[in-house]
């Protein structure tokens, strides 16, 4: 077992030090020194980060400058074993206990553990509260210290929560038994309500919270119809893409029935359920997160527990159960940055076996929670509205809409004025006294004669009977229409009760309008993905693939996922840069001491063969950080202004590329030369205001001269093209 030296604070200048010397990263992103600070300084903290956003570094570095040992409860074995691994090819000393070892390993891991050789120590909440676990942990205490409490997928303690785990609601008795020992709760996904339950249910002291934005904005999320050739559409969907990917099913049978038919028809593909024996199922994951298998086809209700950050698609061949298990799962895709694609195949055959699984749940109140989150499901497939702005709202955080990486905003339905329909059926909640969900009002609007319209009197109300010339459907698509766009709202206690807001007085009294969008259903067709990237030269990318076919022989001699030799970013600085000696190499985003040590003179070794079989120049690459030369502006052509004076009649930046047969990345490249240029582009379109003012706030600390080293500063919620657009007026400013 590799092991680390014991560090403090006071052995590096800076935490930035410490995290180059470590993790081989130059600047934190979002939210993460902050957390840190509080960790070091003893506090409570929850922290929720989208995937991808840098939880994990949240803990980990604390623990290697604070003694004694951090304890990180995770619940799932194959989560922790990845984390595992890439810490200990980093030089630190991690190390897991779980029911995957024997009992001399588990002996051998604890006997490393009281000699203090072990800094982070991950097991399962199980195993941390077993009776016969408890006089082992007691000791390690009294003898080595617990440094704190990483309680990772926090969310699993909230009954609100999509993945609720009882045996987490036990964790409080850590609080109990060590009062003194900080806990940092941390999830990817959490209500406003989830994240009170885990204050709550984790006895958190006063702790500090800290929420990062729920925006992925490398992902691409699209619904399709399921067909009755639901198999040929997802062929059809799986030609354009590149990659890993993963295939989401609600049963077993399902899954080793696609698998199965993938791989008859030459895709490389595997199941993953909790049907498979053990081995099986560790084989099938190692051989997907090492590339020896491109496609994983695994059940909703299992879960994956992988750590595998280049993942290009995510497809729900079933509906997924609630947004926000949707939004994790869909969530492993991209977490390297890089665009990616998440779609799901809706058919309402699906409805009726999540509903089925429901109904195994013992707990009435769950059984009422699952409900009420399998009707939000229902209603994200069926809107018309921006997904991003509906998966964002889950979440409590605003967002205007006109993502442009949605089917509903690239291809968006046209629109209807139903202000009068709206007045109706915010009449009718009002007539119900704001004590009824969207199914009554309907029956109501709709003149039913069920019983409990009858029995409430609810037939002798004004609003009975006028809205008969519009089917349930219509009315429902009304009814999510005005929760989307906030014009009337639902609570959230397992009851959906409809309830007024001020924008639905305002619609009341005449003074807003209400449009809608309007659809055949849903819209068929998948619509590529066309999130900008920064832009490669042949020769970085022809470089690219040599250094990941060095990346994977080096990961399949050391038995591990290529993306912990290096991660894929990390290949394409050394691709576009070419560092061609070990101190230029070590100024590489993401290589540290370590990585330095083990891989430096191997890559660029095979850097300078590169060079010298193309003819490429061998001189040494300038130095990092440097002032970055001013790029030259290029003076806007006639193409630009093109784009200018479409942009100026209103169109969004997909619209003008669909208008011009464009690539959206070339209408940003366009916006921003213009923008350099000092012409009148209004940016708030564009990017809110919140946003630019943290991207120009990185562009002070880390500089104006790489795109990727501003996104890695920022987090995996921005992209590059906002970057891109706000740099450009930045520059023009400077």
């Known amino acids: 077992m590799q092991m680390s030296d014991n560090f403090s604070p006071a052995s590096f200048p800076s935490l930035e030090k410490a995290l180059k010397h470590f993790f081989g990263y130059d600047d934190f992103r979002l939210n993460q020194r902050p957390v840190i ?46 984390q595992v691994e890439a810490l200990q090819d980093n030089g630190i000393s991690a190390t897991f206990l779980n029911s995957s070892l024997n009992s001399e390993e588990s002996r051998s891991r604890q006997e490393a553990l009281m000699e203090g050789r072990i800094k982070l120590l991950y097991v399962a909440p199980e195993r941390l509260l077993s009776e016969t676990f408890s006089p082992f942990f007691q000791l ?48 990817a996904t959490a209500t406003e309500r989830v994240r009170q339950d885990i204050v709550h249910q984790l006895a958190l002291r006063q702790p500090s919270v800290y929420v990062s934005s729920f925006n992925r904005q490398n992902l691409y999320y699209e619904v399709q119809p399921k067909g009755k050739q639901a198999y040929s559409q997802l ?6 893409f590149e990659g890993a990917g993963i295939i989401y099913c609600l049963s077993r049978r399902r899954v080793d029935e696609l698998a199965f038919r993938l791989q008859q028809d030459g895709i490389s593909a595997l199941p993953y359920h909790a049907g498979l024996s053990d081995s099986e199922r560790t084989q099938n ?71 089925y699984l429901i109904n195994q749940k013992p707990d009435p109140q769950e059984q009422r929670i699952a409900r009420q989150q399998l009707r939000q499901m229902i209603d994200y497939a069926e809107s018309t509205v921006c997904r991003r702005k509906i998966q964002l709202s889950y979440f409590g955080e605003e967002f205007p809409g006109q993502c442009n990486t949605c089917d509903n905003c690239v291809s968006p339905p046209p629109l209807e004025d139903w202000t009068i329909e709206a007045q109706k059926f915010l009449s009718c909640v009002a007539r119900c006294r704001e004590r009824f969900g969207m199914t009554h009002i309907i029956d109501v609007l709709r003149g039913s004669r069920k019983q409990k319209v009858i029995r409430l009197g609810h037939d002798q109300l004004s609003t009975y009977g006028i809205g008969k010339d519009k089917s349930i459907d219509e009315w429902r698509m009304l009814g999510r229409s005005l929760l989307h766009q906030g014009l009337v709202e639902e609570t959230t206690d397992g009851y959906s009760v409809l309830k007024l807001n001020a924008g639905s007085w305002q619609v009341l009294k005449r003074q807003l309008s209400v449009q809608v969008a309007i659809s055949d259903r ?42 912990i030799v290096f991660p894929e970013a990390s290949l394409r600085l050394m691709a576009q840069q070419r560092p061609l000696t070990l101190d230029g190499f070590s100024r590489i985003s993401g ?65 003008i590329a669909a208008e011009r047969d464009l690539r959206l990345g070339t209408i ?67």
């Open 522 to 563: 849903l819209k068929g067709q998948s619509t590529p993905v066309e999130t900008s990237s920064t832009e490669m030269s042949p020769e970085a990318m022809l470089l690219l693939g040599r250094l990941r076919s060095l990346r994977k022989r080096l990961a399949d001699e050391q038995n591990i996922p290529p993306y």
């Open 235 to 240: 062929l059809q969907t799986l030609k354009p």
């Open 140 to 187: 390690l205490s009294e003898k080595v210290g617990l440094a704190a409490f990483a309680i990772d997928e926090a969310h699993c303690v909230s009954e609100w929560g999509h993945d609720f785990r009882p045996e987490y609601r036990q964790l409080d008795t850590l609080r109990r038994n060590y009062p003194n020992v900080p806990i940092v709760a941390l999830t």
């Open 285 to 355: 994951q190692i051989r997907f997160i090492r590339d020896d298998v491109r496609v994983m086809v695994a059940t909703i209700a299992f879960g994956m527990g992988i750590d595998k950050p280049d993942v290009r698609f995510v497809i729900h061949y079933d509906l997924p159960r609630n947004l926000e298990s949707y939004y994790q799962e869909s969530g492993r895709a991209g977490r390297d940055g890089e665009p990616a694609h998440c779609a799901i195949f809706f058919g309402y055959g699906d409805v009726a076996t999540v509903d």
């Open 37 to 82: 600070e509080e960790v070091l300084k003893n506090q409570d903290v929850l922290v929720v980060m989208p995937t991808g956003g840098g939880k994990s570094l949240c803990y980990q570095l604390p623990a290697l400058l604070k003694l004694g040992v951090t304890v990180v409860v995770s619940p799932l074995i194959a989560l922790m074993q990845d």
């Open 591 to 655: 290589v540290g001491n370590r990585k330095l040590n083990q891989y430096g003179q191997i890559f660029t070794d095979e850097i300078q063969s590169f060079c010298q079989e193309n003819g490429l120049p061998m001189e040494a690459e300038p130095l990092a950080r440097e002032v970055a030369p001013l790029r030259s502006k290029t003076t806007p052509t006639n193409t630009h202004f093109v784009t200018l004076k479409l942009f100026e009649q209103g169109l969004t930046p997909s619209e």
């Open 668 to 734: 940003i490249d366009h916006l921003a030369r213009l923008l350099e240029a000092s012409h009148p582009i209004d940016l708030d379109r564009l990017v809110s205001t919140e946003r630019q003012k943290t991207i120009c706030q990185a562009i002070d600390k880390v500089g104006a001269g790489s795109l990727r080293t501003i996104r890695e500063h920022l987090g995996d919620t921005y992209d590059y093209n906002e970057i891109r657009l706000v740099r450009a007026l930045w520059e023009q400013d400077s």
